[in-house]
């Protein structure tokens, strides 16, 4: 059975890793790059735009020195951890599908690592949800001959300009855009797996999906579940805490006591580690939706301390107490 709790070599890879979607964390590690000193004139403007870029370029670089450690999660499925998340590869003759796709230095090595396990060629790369570290090898495997697939939504904002935690993101070219894309629902059949893909209503971004492998009793949840950290919940493309707790509690009805559940970030988890996100993210909601409904202000929440009972187990990354109350508190 898997384990909700990493051992110390696993955690610190977690914490390097889920550091990169920390809000309050990633502005104070930039402020180097006077990210919020800039004037209106047209030349601080692109000095700003300058530095939001090559903050994109130092937070590939320093994902990209993560070590990719692998794990199995059952005949023909392995999970590969570490450069931006989680990804899980099936393997078998009918050729590899993979979901998710870490970042763009750690192409080669994914590259190798993937054409090591035993099977045919790639055939299909999954997004769970637009955000770079999940998408940033999109191009690379369309050129290894894979077809991309997505939720609408994420071909939607891939194609936007996006300014996220001190980064600014200009639309991808189309080389890197998803290949294909559904609305709702997809079911894929390959290597005698059944792979289901269910579209999650606005939770962490508006373009989450989870990934569901029937005959493993696996399920990847990508950024909808951060496992053993308090999560990110990106505002600015429709994520919010009530889509959150609401995408937990639809992923809690797929999955039974035996089944392997992958966050995006963070350790390999079972249902129980799951129910124990929920029931984190729907007190903090709670706790914070009734300060905010008493008229409270965000710093008033934050004093109040509604995380505190939590703090010692999901307060150990770099989204603080703090942080997550904030986001809780702006998506209410």
């Known amino acids: ?57 130092m937070m590939r670089a320093q994902m990209g020195k993560i070590p990719i450690e692998k794990t199995q999660l059952g005949s023909g499925l392995v999970m590969l951890s570490g450069p931006g998340g989680n990804v899980v590869v099936l393997h078998g003759s009918e050729g590899k599908i993979v979901v998710d796709s870490f970042v763009q230095p750690a192409w080669p090595a994914l590259k190798s690592l993937i054409d090591g396990l035993p099977g045919g060629a790639i055939k299909t790369l999954i997004d769970t949800h637009w955000h770079f570290d999940h998408t940033d090898n999109n191009g690379s495997f369309r050129k290894a001959g894979a077809t991309v697939l997505a939720h609408e939504n994420t071909k939607k904002r891939m194609s936007e300009p996006h300014d996220l935690l001190g980064m600014h993101f200009e639309p991808s070219p189309a080389s890197a855009l998803p290949t294909e894309t559904f609305p709702d629902r997809k079911l894929l059949q390959a290597n005698g797996e059944q792979i289901a893909l269910f579209y999650v209503p606005p939770a962490h971004t508006d373009s989450d999906i989870v990934v569901q492998y029937r005959g493993a009793n696996v399920v990847h949840m990508g950024d909808v579940f951060f496992n053993g950290i308090y999560p990110f919940i990106d505002a600015g493309t429709g994520g919010n805490i009530n889509g959150m707790v609401n995408g937990a509690e639809r992923a809690l009805k797929l999955v039974n006591t035996r089944t392997k559940v992958v966050p995006g970030h963070g350790p390999l988890g079972d249902r129980a580690a799951l129910d124990r996100y929920r029931g984190m993210l729907a007190t903090v909601r709670d706790r914070v939706q009734k300060l905010k409904t008493a008229g409270k202000t965000l710093e008033e929440a934050q004093a109040a301390k509604p995380t505190a009972e939590f703090d010692e187990v999901w307060g150990k990354g770099r989204l603080t107490p703090n942080d997550f109350v904030a986001l809780v508190y702006k998506t209410l």
């Open 1 to 57: 059975m898997p384990t909700s709790r990493p051992d110390r070599s696993s955690r610190r890879s977690f914490l390097r890793t889920t550091a990169t979607m920390s809000a309050g964390a990633f502005v104070a590690r930039y402020a180097s790059y006077g990210l919020t000193a800039f004037g209106a004139s047209a030349d601080a403007q692109q000095a700003k735009a300058k530095s939001k870029e090559d903050a994109v370029a």
